[in-house]
């Protein structure tokens, strides 16, 4: 199983970006994808997760508003679109596959690698 996030970069705050995680090897359309994100020294926090039905999609407090999570099973991706941007949503990106909709980091099963937003002041 692979998941491949992309998307991240240096952007200055109030602007956006849209974060992109490529799975395969998995049956993409049975799996929960979540987006969490890390900062050096501290846990990893969850953003957001979409069941498959894309019926219920929690957001974490600090970017509801602010951010899109969407999926597209067919093309086997998952996105991240985040607006209005703040220099604490500074962080490696993280894409996650689990079986269950929750916030906890470790009942996910499979990782990407992570990718860099920077947001700028």
């Known amino acids: 199983v692979q998941l491949q996030a992309s998307g991240g970069g240096l952007v200055q705050a109030g602007g956006s970006l849209r974060l992109s995680c490529a799975a395969s090897g998995l049956t993409f359309s049975s799996y929960v994808m979540g987006w969490f994100r890390q900062v050096p020294g501290q846990e990893r926090e969850f953003v957001v997760a979409?069941?498959?039905?894309?019926?219920?999609?929690p957001y974490a407090d600090s970017v509801k508003g602010r951010s899109t999570i969407s999926r597209d099973d067919a093309k086997k991706l998952v996105y991240l679109e985040m607006n209005n941007l703040k220099p604490e949503d500074t962080a490696v990106y993280y894409c996650a596959a689990g079986s269950n909709v929750v916030r906890d980091a470790k009942r996910y099963t499979y990782w990407g690698q992570g990718t860099q937003v920077t947001v700028s002041s």
């Open positions: 979409i069941r498959w039905s894309r019926n219920y999609s």
